[in-house]
């Protein structure tokens, strides 16, 4: 985030699942969170089976109800097809900034005891492989930010505070603590994830920094008189 003597307001949400979530609900969505905000931030999960055709829907959604820069991730959905590379490029090319292992500066598997082990069949330690790389990708990128104020964007859950109310045999496959460790290394300011929609809105690092859980169908069944975004301001 880069630095300036404004504070910076950030909206957030995540697990979009579009067109599950059809344009004529997430277009107005999207266009308060903007009105909201100065950055909007997506939390992955952003198509439902990570096809072409409902990026390219997605991308218009965007184009016609968002003037704010975007950062985003995306989601094990938006990998779904295999498609996953087509989805990124259309992000991008209507100018929204999609991380993997790098940071932006914009305007200026399981947790403790329950984390998966590389050990047994094969695909469990592809998945913990996975788990370990993206959080070695998630420290480089905090490594080279030179900023005052951190924001990480992640779709899986870093702490178990904001998995809570998942049933227990899945909660291994929501999120790591390995995620957590580099948020510690180099602090951050605040933390968004989605994929937890049976978990809870809000939850804590060890050293005490704020976690949001931001995804959609959670917002919505937590707060059902208020709109389904996270917003938060940043200090200039």
């Not at 990128?141 to 104020?149: G, H, N, S, W």
């Not at 937890?196 to 008189?225: C, F, I, K, M």
Request: glycine share 10%.
């Amino acid at each position: 985030m880069a630095e300036g003597n404004k504070p910076v307001r950030l909206a957030a949400l995540g697990d979009l699942h579009c067109p599950r979530t059809p344009p004529d609900v997430l277009g107005p969505l999207l266009a308060r969170a903007a009105e909201a905000a100065d950055i909007l931030l997506l939390c992955g999960d952003l198509t439902d089976r990570g096809l072409e055709d409902e990026a390219r829907i997605l991308t218009k959604t965007l184009t016609t109800s968002v003037r704010i820069p975007i950062v985003a991730v995306l989601g094990n959905h938006d990998y779904d097809a295999g498609q996953s590379a087509a989805v990124r490029g259309m992000l991008t090319d209507i100018g929204v900034h999609v991380l993997d292992g790098d940071p932006v500066e914009v305007a200026g598997g399981g947790f403790g005891d329950r984390a998966l082990q590389p050990w047994g069949e094969e695909i469990i330690k592809r998945f913990v492989h996975e788990a370990v790389d993206e959080a070695l990708k998630l420290e480089s990128a905090l490594a080279k930010l030179r900023t005052t104020q951190r924001v990480a964007l992640l779709h899986y859950a870093p702490v178990e505070g904001t998995v809570k109310g998942e049933p227990p045999e899945i909660v291994p496959f929501l999120g790591s603590s390995r995620l957590e460790e580099p948020l510690t290394r180099y602090p951050v300011n605040v933390i968004f994830h989605g994929h937890a929609h049976g978990g809870s809105p809000e939850g804590r690092t060890r050293n005490d920094v704020a976690v949001y859980n931001v995804a959609l169908p959670l917002l919505q069944r937590v707060y059902p008189d208020r709109p389904p975004i996270r917003t938060v301001e940043l200090p200039g």
